[in-house]
């Protein structure tokens, strides 16, 4: 992948280069940044400019044998772990290699956007937690032991580093720690607090933020040849999430039908009208399925936040389209200062408890009793 491939980030670009041209290169990285930050695909630019015969000072040439290889992701000396579980197809001792050939699939689909549900969905791990375990940790020490086939850097890219258990972990710190010559580790993480002390102390930091609303909105109209207009308004819906703003392009009737819902469930919520809530989780939310339960949150979340935007006068800053912007005004008096905090709170560990897979109904009725509450909190 070339750096211009890449959405945004055009400050960070410059550094990772620089970083090549000076000599500069850290053997343990961790890229780390919000969901659709474009992490991976940073790390697959920076690991092909880094290899390339014929670089420039602003991007990898894409045409020597060593860019050709490493955008199909068969370069010889760019390997990958990734977290697994058990499938149809591979039923004990998942590890990354047996599912290689998916992954290449995957990332050339996404173009470098890797998604950790998408992923799972991909493999069709059903309910299972996917987890990078010690076989893996094993399989990469052996293939580092051997020198470069072909580049001047070996390159071990390690995605959803949280995903680290802890045997795994302990077996690697030594290799991360003191690699063989000429080796590198990106590692790529979302949560800094879910991963271990005794990885994240070894490595240097790259902090990836999330891309700004101009740049997703060029992107969605360079990229994804959308209307101007439609594009304004899934960027400021995705707000900064990449992965994000594709699908409510894509599907805008996913972005209206959260809209809608989220502001049934909140008139429900503030009326405590519970026969209708049980209705509204059993009818509207259940048939949404884990992920778009998910992605319903992260969108009530948004409300909340730009609900504060207008409790302190900073209208401007509300990014969304005009008929949730009105909505969002008329809601923002009952979320403050003394709720604001445990309604976050609430929203995020609902989505923790969703990705783990709890049960949905349970999780969204407990939700609505204590959003009947919270919003009488003044």
Same mark, same amino acid.
């Given at each position: 992948?070339?750096?211009?491939?890449?959405?945004? &980030?055009?400050?960070?670009?410059?550094?990772?280069?620089?970083?090549?041209?000076?000599?500069?290169?850290?053997?343990?990285?961790?890229?780390i940044?919000?969901?659709?930050?474009? +992490?991976?695909?940073?790390?697959?630019?920076?690991?092909?400019?880094?290899?390339c *015969?014929?670089?420039?000072?602003?991007?990898?040439?894409?045409?020597?044998?060593?860019c050709?290889?490493?955008?199909?992701?068969? &370069?010889?000396?760019?390997?990958?772990?990734?977290?697994?579980? =058990? *499938? /149809?197809?591979?039923?004990?001792?998942?590890?990354s290699?047996?599912?290689?050939?998916?992954?290449?699939e995957?990332? =050339?689909?996404?173009?470098?956007?890797?998604?950790?549900?998408?992923?799972?969905?991909?493999?069709?791990?059903?309910n /299972?937690?996917?987890?990078?375990?010690?076989?893996?940790?094993? =399989?990469?020490?052996?293939?580092?032991?051997?020198?470069?086939?072909?580049?001047?850097?070996?390159?071990?890219?390690?995605?959803?580093?949280e995903?680290?258990?802890?045997?795994?972990?302990?077996?690697?710190l030594?290799?991360?720690?003191?690699?063989?010559?000429k080796?590198?580790?990106?590692?790529?993480?979302?949560?800094?607090?879910?991963?271990?002390? *005794?990885?994240?102390?070894?490595?240097?930091?790259?902090?990836?933020p +999330?891309?700004?609303?101009?740049?997703?909105?060029?992107?969605?109209?360079?990229?994804?040849?959308?209307?101007?207009?439609?594009a304004?308004?899934?960027?400021?819906?995705?707000?900064?999430?990449?992965?994000?703003?594709?699908?409510?392009?894509?599907? /805008?009737?996913?972005?209206?039908?959260?809209?809608?819902?989220?502001?049934?469930?909140?008139?429900?919520?503030?009326?405590?009208?519970?026969?209708?809530?049980?209705?509204?989780?059993?009818?509207?939310? /259940?048939?949404?399925?884990?992920?778009?339960?998910?992605?319903?949150?992260?969108?009530?979340?948004?409300?909340? &936040?730009?609900?504060?935007?207008?409790?302190?006068n900073?209208?401007?800053?509300?990014?969304?389209?005009?008929?949730?912007? =009105?909505? *969002?005004?008329?809601?923002?008096?009952?979320?403050?200062?003394?709720?604001?905090?445990?309604?976050?709170?609430?929203?995020?560990?609902?989505?923790?408890?969703?990705?783990?897979?709890?049960n949905?109904?349970?999780?969204?009725?407990?939700?609505?009793?204590?959003?009947? +509450?919270?919003?009488?909190? +003044?």
């Open positions: 992948m070339l750096f211009a491939d890449v959405i945004g &980030h055009d400050d960070l670009k410059k550094r990772l280069i620089q970083s090549v041209r000076d000599s500069r290169v850290s053997h343990a990285q961790l890229f940044g919000p969901e659709g930050s474009g +992490k991976m695909a940073l790390a697959l630019a920076y690991a092909q400019y880094i290899n *015969t014929n670089r420039s000072e602003t991007d990898s040439c894409g045409q020597c044998p060593s050709r290889k490493f955008m199909t992701l068969t &370069h010889p000396d760019l390997h990958f772990v990734f977290p697994t579980a =058990t *499938t /149809k197809k591979v039923d004990k001792n998942p590890e290699d047996l599912f290689i050939a998916d992954w290449r995957y990332l =050339t689909d996404c173009k470098g956007y890797a998604d950790l549900s998408d992923w799972f969905t991909k493999l069709d791990i059903e /299972k937690q996917g987890v990078i375990n010690v076989r893996d940790a094993a =399989t990469i020490m052996r293939k580092l032991s051997f020198k470069a086939y072909e580049g001047e850097y070996k390159v071990a890219v390690i995605w959803m580093a995903k680290l258990n802890v045997q795994t972990a302990n077996k690697l030594k290799l991360i720690e003191e690699p063989p010559e080796t590198l580790f990106i590692l790529i993480a979302e949560n800094q607090e879910e991963l271990l002390n *005794t990885i994240r102390s070894r490595c240097m930091m790259v902090k990836v +999330k891309l700004t609303y101009q740049e997703v909105q060029d992107a969605l109209v360079d990229n994804l040849g959308c209307d101007p207009q439609e304004h308004d899934a960027a400021m819906l995705a707000d900064g999430n990449w992965l994000l703003a594709q699908r409510f392009a894509n599907d /805008k009737e996913d972005e209206k039908l959260y809209a809608n819902t989220f502001q049934k469930w909140m008139r429900y919520c503030f009326k405590g009208a519970l026969p209708e809530l049980i209705d509204f989780v059993a009818n509207d939310i /259940k048939p949404l399925g884990r992920e778009r339960q998910k992605e319903f949150l992260e969108y009530g979340l948004n409300i909340f &936040h730009n609900s504060l935007l207008f409790n302190n900073m209208s401007d800053e509300v990014m969304l389209p005009t008929d949730e912007k =009105t909505f *969002t005004q008329n809601f923002a008096p009952f979320v403050n200062r003394k709720n604001m905090a445990e309604i976050c709170e609430l929203f995020e560990e609902s989505i923790n408890q969703i990705e783990r897979n709890a949905a109904s349970i999780v969204f009725m407990d939700d609505s009793c204590k959003m009947s +509450k919270l919003l009488r909190v +003044k």
